[in-house]
């Protein structure tokens, strides 16, 4: 027997936004060790297609049609997988939108759209999973912030401040909530390649710009593996802290990007050089 215990065998685990990019990594991660796992997002075909991915790998899987800026699906989603699935244990509070735009020209009503979606449904479902979690003796939150929400960037006040939430959110619940067994955490990616990140993805890569120690975009696999983690025995232990994952880009301050971009100036200056010698 493993020293580290990576199982979910008999879990029931939510994932919203779970028919795309990170969501979807996560919830086929969770399955592939032995949860059954209930999947939301908006989009029909998408979940369909997640939903038959998550269904080949042996393990039982709901689908439900949500918006998380509606109170009603989120109860949904709750009374669906409780029904259908026997309960929950494992919450993944992915579902997201973002605002591009500066705090100073943002409207009330974009405000207030980003933060229902981003910081009150989180709240919202993880207190309806609340009951079914300790009548299960226990059971693990995650929420996937950002790292905005632990550095903040200009041009996306809103969502930056919308994970700035999510991060205070599971110092709060993860202090409240462990006399009933309840582990709530945070992850925080960099920029990760997708839908929702497009336009970022694509302006980084135009510029040529390095974002980051690991000089790359990161990949939605990458942000699952910290997930396993954080919602199996194996991090026991951990809760209301957030989990920083973005190939060392928070970490990295005025003088690294400058030196990253003087390397890879003279790099680029070398290949010109060696290709006009060959």
Known sequence: MSIVDFSLDGKVAIVTGGSKGIGRAIALAFAEHGANVAIAARGAEALERTKQEIAATGRHVLAVQANMAEDAD???????????LGG????????ATISLGTLAEETGAEFLRVMKINAWAPLYLSRLCRESMRARGGGAIINITSNEGVRPSTGVGTYALSKA??????????KEWA????????IAPGLI????????????????????AQGRIGEPHEIAGMALFLASPAGAFATGMTYVVDGGEVSS????????????????????????KS
């Open 88 to 95: 929950v244990d494992i919450l993944v509070n992915n579902a």
């Open 253 to 276: 301050g005025p003088g690294d990007v400058a030196m990253w971009a003087a390397m890879n100036s003279s790099g680029a200056a070398a290949q010109g050089d060696a290709r006009t």
């Open 193 to 212: 390649r997708t839908e929702l990140a497009q336009v970022l993805v694509d302006a980084v890569e135009s510029s040529g710009l390095q974002i980051n």
């Open 179 to 186: 006399r009933d067994g309840i582990r709530v955490s945070c």
């Open 74 to 84: 989120i109860e949904k989603l709750y009374q669906r997988t409780c029904k259908e």
């Open 165 to 174: 939430a999510m991060i205070n959110m599971a110092q709060l619940l993860g």
